[in-house]
Structure formats: structure tokens, C-alpha cells
């Protein structure tokens, strides 16, 4: 019988730290969304928020990559989650002296989102470097439901300590999530930071050989002559020596699935996934408190949570990726349409859970696509592609959503995205048809 990861001490204890940091984030999430709804009564205050959260993030992640390729992994991250902290304190001393604006908030937000970025990517090192070699794949599907379980909690603290204790204090707790989550990691056992260090010296290795193996190509064809003539450009590229030396990050994002998945995965993140970070707008259009941000967030948690096991079950039973991809942005456009006809908060409850499951679907679909077709030894690098890009997409959808919200009506915006997402779900399946017959 197959072994689970959850049999090793050390990936719980990673999944415990991962869980525990999520808990933080969605309750900094709720707070500085609720606080700028506050500070500037607009949708595209939170719209610029999201951006702030999201886009210097994703500026700083290749050196981010390069920082955990040459530093001492464990020391580094200890002092990553400690830099975590340090804007939830600032946000938090600012708010109980009643010297908080919403610059500062945005700006305390793009700080966070640098150092987060960082903390997230020795987080999924960790997971696969604290199982064996046969468990690394279940490593990453297995931590699903852990961390659907921690945005849910963290959304609804959130949104009750903004009630119970108020701004500052639940900043300052954020800062001691982030804080915990440093002390978890930096007393995993050393064996697992050796590991995660050959684990990327290992990417890095492969990586280098296929860059010099194309330079090695491009030198033989110069010394034969092919360079410069006229040829077939389709002929040289489908040869045996140019496939074998192409590096394995351009081998993976030609391969069909990879792409789709890339696709996919953008598509979502940029029409459906942005009326979550909108929830605090959501929730003042019904003039609605902290705690009701904190349950829309909830909900989006809780539907991942319901979808989970079903998706499971659909994958074993050998449903299609593409159909699977396909379905997650024509759901979460159909639930868009329904809120943007149905304006009552308990439809908007559950039109994130709906949104929630679909985000579920999309993840786990694209992800399980990916680690089936990315060439081995590029999955790190196409994975942090694929997240860059739909990082990305969100903070562009959730900017234009909160503009529309502000200048033609929430459930008009809401409309034309859901809208949008249905039409794209539909062509975009219609158009993969023909790769439905690739399993996960």
C-alpha cells in the first residue's frame, strides 16, 4: 500500500507552517480591505490594493529565485518571515495611533508582497524536499485541502477581531502569524533544507546543460555552414540534435498541455478569480461590516474545501484535463452572471463558494497537467511561470472590475466579467477538443 506523506513528520510540520501562514495572509487580506473600503468609500481603492499586493511581488520573484539558489536556505527563510511582519506592525501602530491613509496602507501592502513572494517559494521547496522521491507529487495535491482549510479560518478571524479587538490588534496578529511561521521552518530538520538545496542544484543543473547544449548546437551548425542559409526554418527546428539541446523550460511550454494549462490558468485568475479580492467592495455595496468580508472570503475557502474530494474522484475515475480546465472559467463565469442578476449578500455568499470550488478545480487541474507534462527537471521553473502569470492576470482583472464598479455599478461590473469568462469557457473547450482525449 502507497505510503502518504502525511506519514512523515517533517512534511506536516511544512504543511502546519504553510497553513499557518495562510491563516495570516487572508487575515491581512480582510483587514486591509475592509480598512480601505473605509478610508476611501471606492471600489478601485481596493482594486489598487490588490495591485499593490500582488504586482512588486511578482517584480522581485526572479531574484528571489537567484537569492535561494546561493544563500543558506535556512537562515534566509527565518529572516524572510521576519521581514513579513514588519509592515502588519507598522500598519497596525499606525491604525491605533489614528494615523493611518490609504498610501500607507498600499505601500505597507507592495512591501509585504516582497518578502511573501520569497517565504511562498521555499514553502513548495520544502514540501516536495520533506518526502521521498516517489511521494514528491503527492506532496504538493495532498497540502490542497490544509491550505483551503487555513484561508477559510483566516478569512473569518479576520473579519471577528476586526469586531472583537479591533484594526491595529489584528495587524499585530498578523505579525505574529508571520513570525510563527519563521520559527516552524527554521526548526525543520536539517536534513530537509539539504535536500531542498539539491533539489534546486539539481534544476539548475539540468537547466545549464540544456542552455549549453543549444549554444553547442548553434556552434556546429556555424562550423557547417547552416547558419545564414537559406534553409527550412520548421526543418531545423523539428531535428533531433535542436529538440535534445533545446532548454527543458522552452521543451515544456511547447508541448500542448503545458500551454493549455498556462492558458487556463490566466484566464481564470483574470475574469473570476477578482471579485475575490474585491469582497470588501461586495460587501459595502449592502453596507455590510468586517465580518461580512471575513464570510465572503469564507466561502470561497469552504467551496474549495467541498469541491476537493469530488475532483478527486472525477480524476480517478479518468476525467479529461482540458474539459476539467475548460469547465472551472465557464463555471465561474455562470456564477458571476447569476450574482450580477440576483443582488441580495446571501447570494453573493454563495456565489463565492461557487467561485471557490471553480478556483479548486482550476488549480488542481492545471497543476496535476503540469507535473504530467513539464519535462523533468523543468517543473520549478515552468511552476513559477504559470503562478507569475496568473499573479498578474489577477491584479489586472481586479483593477478593471473595481473601475467598472465604480463607474458603471457593482452588479454591471460583475455582469460583463461573468459575461466575458462565459464566452472564453466556451471557446476555449471547443477549441482544446481535440486534446480531450489526454488524461490528468
Not at 537569492?67 to 491604525?95: C, E, K, N, Q
Not at 498541455?257 to 481564470?268: E, K, N, P, T
Not at 476537493?308 to 472525477?314: D, G, K, T
Not at 453573493?348 to 507535473?371: P, R
Request: net charge neutral.
Amino acid at each position: 500500500m502507497k505510503q502518504s506523506p502525511y506519514s512523515y513528520s517533517p512534511y506536516r510540520r511544512v504543511v502546519a507552517g504553510q497553513a499557518f501562514s495562510l491563516v495570516g495572509r487572508w487575515i491581512a487580506n480582510v483587514a486591509a480591505g475592509w480598512l480601505v473600503m473605509r478610508l476611501t468609500d471606492a471600489a478601485a481603492g481596493v482594486g489598487f490594493l490588490a495591485v499593490a499586493m500582488m504586482i512588486p511581488g511578482l517584480v522581485v520573484a526572479p531574484f528571489g529565485g537567484q537569492l535561494i539558489d546561493r544563500v543558506h536556505l535556512r537562515l534566509v527563510a527565518t529572516f524572510v518571515w521576519g521581514l513579513v511582519a514588519v509592515p502588519s506592525v507598522i500598519l497596525g501602530t499606525l491604525s491605533h495611533y489614528g494615523r493611518i491613509t490609504p498610501v500607507v496602507v498600499y505601500a505597507m501592502a507592495a512591501l509585504a508582497s516582497i518578502p511573501t513572494v520569497i517565504a511562498s517559494s521555499f514553502a513548495s521547496r520544502l514540501l516536495t524536499a520533506s518526502v521521498p522521491d516517489e511521494l514528491e507529487r503527492d506532496s504538493i495535491t495532498k497540502s490542497s485541502i490544509p491550505n483551503s482549510v487555513a484561508r477559510t479560518v483566516g478569512a473569518i478571524l479576520g473579519g471577528a477581531l476586526i469586531g472583537w479587538v479591533g484594526i491595529a490588534i489584528t495587524f499585530w496578529v498578523v505579525a505574529v502569524t508571520a513570525i510563527g511561521t519563521g520559527v516552524i521552518y527554521a526548526t525543520l530538520p536539517r536534513a530537509v533544507w539539504d535536500r531542498s538545496r539539491e533539489h534546486i542544484r539539481e534544476d539548475s543543473a539540468e537547466d545549464d546543460a540544456g542552455e549549453e547544449g543549444l549554444r553547442e548546437h548553434s556552434r556546429s551548425r556555424e562550423d557547417d555552414g547552416a547558419i545564414g542559409d537559406a534553409e527550412d526554418p520548421s526543418a531545423a527546428q523539428g531535428s533531433p540534435a535542436a529538440d535534445a539541446a533545446r532548454p527543458k523550460v522552452r521543451q515544456a511550454l511547447e508541448v500542448p498541455m503545458v500551454r493549455i494549462a498556462l492558458y487556463s490558468a490566466i484566464l481564470f485568475w483574470l475574469l473570476v478569480t477578482p471579485l475575490q479580492r474585491l469582497a470588501a467592495a461586495v460587501a459595502s455595496a449592502h453596507n455590510e461590516s468586517a465580518n461580512s468580508v471575513g464570510a465572503l472570503g469564507a466561502a470561497a475557502g469552504l467551496g474549495a474545501i467541498i469541491a476537493n474530494p469530488a475532483l478527486r474522484r472525477m480524476i480517478d475515475r479518468g476525467a479529461r484535463a482540458v474539459r476539467l480546465m475548460g469547465s472551472a472559467v465557464l463555471i465561474g463565469g455562470l456564477a458571476l452572471m447569476a450574482c450580477s442578476i440576483i443582488g441580495n449578500f446571501w447570494y453573493d455568499i454563495a456565489t463565492f463558494a461557487v467561485i471557490g470550488a471553480a478556483f479548486e478545480l482550476s488549480s488542481t487541474t492545471s497543476q496535476a497537467s503540469l507535473q504530467r507534462n513539464t519535462p523533468t527537471g523543468a517543473s520549478g521553473r515552468v511552476n513559477s511561470i504559470v503562478v507569475s502569470a496568473s499573479t498578474g492576470a489577477a491584479a489586472v482583472g481586479a483593477m478593471v472590475m473595481s473601475w467598472l464598479m465604480d463607474g458603471i455599478g457593482l452588479r454591471w461590473a460583475i455582469g460583463i466579467f461573468g459575461a466575458i469568462a462565459i464566452s472564453v469557457g466556451l471557446h476555449h473547450a471547443l477549441r482544446t477538443a481535440r486534446l480531450a482525449d489526454q488524461e490528468i
